[in-house]
């Protein structure tokens, strides 16, 4: 094994250490001052751009594994800052035709190193362990721009309560985490090869939805209970198409005490959706149909009828609420469709 080898090994061995040791450092002040200084340098903000948008209507943002935190600007301009310590990430900005461009060019993790002694090992070991969650870039953007952004392993945080015209996210393996309140976003699409997960509070002030990922966990925790007449925040529409996958990850989860949307579609063809909603107080109007059959466990409207037989559903399920004004059609093709 070589020089480089060796050492690279013995950094990981010390960054182990650290992790399993947290509390008895707590004890030494030497090396607490170098945790809280590797902290305070892993936040700091490096400004790379920063300028008036003049016509800039969009911002496009292509990153390999850098995160992606997009804040409200008050200013008419987009800047952009590199978040933490890290050095082996490097951008471009560019500005054509009305787009501007931020990609990352540089993924370089191959340190060279000339390290002997034990205490900048510890100061390496930490600094690389304090800056993996807190490196990337900080995009301050006004309202009114469309924002695109491709990662493959990135993940996109929308801070503030912008006004948005369009989202589009795509990536390989990354997350999507929005405000969790009432936002005003138009279009929000998000292109994933893995797993997507969005609380209901997310979906809040998004006018239209569209997700195609592998698999798809919506869920509520009720933190929403505050927002008055929280039905009109809810989106119009909903539009779910599933990658196909096996009968355990390719799965559409969906469990919430509110509709998600207006009108919600789901087109999972050969993969199982799961759907809880609060089917006894909001009037839902189904158009379902499955290739293998429904299982349909509020059996209102199917009660006489063995549920693995049931293969398609239009219609309400709850006949006790036929005369309710307001409606939410659900419209679903799947293979095996479950319905709490």
Known sequence: MNKKLSVFAIILIIVGLIG????????????????????????????IYNESIEDTKKLTIYTTESNVTVKKNNENKIKVNKLGNVDYARYDVSNNDNNLSISEVESNKNYEFKILDFKELF??????????????LIVYIPE??????????????????????????????????????????????ILSSSNIYLEVTELLGINSLDIECEYLNIYSNESYSFIENIEDYIPDNININQYNGNEYEGTIHISSNIPISKNLSINSANNHVYLDLPIESYKFNF?????DYIELNYDLLYENTVPEKIKQIKGLINKDLEKMEKEYN???KCRHLEIQ
Do not use: C, H
């Not at 996109?156 to 969790?180: E, R």
């Not at 158009?287 to 290739?291: N, Y």
């Open 330 to 332: 659900i419209n679903v």
């Open 20 to 47: 399993t040791i947290w509390s008895g450092i707590n004890t030494m002040p030497y090396f607490m001052r170098e945790i809280s200084k590797a902290e305070q340098e892993a936040i700091k903000e490096e400004t």
């Open 144 to 189: 009114n721009v469309d924002l695109e952004v491709v990662t493959l392993y990135g993940n996109l945080n929308i801070d503030d309560n912008l006004s948005l015209n369009s989202i589009l996210f795509k990536t390989s393996s990354g997350a999507i985490s929005l405000p969790k309140k009432i936002k005003n976003i138009d279009k929000l699409q």
């Open 287 to 291: 158009d379902a149909k499955t290739s």
């Open 123 to 136: 100061n390496l070991g930490i600094k690389s362990l304090v800056s993996i969650n807190n490196s990337g």
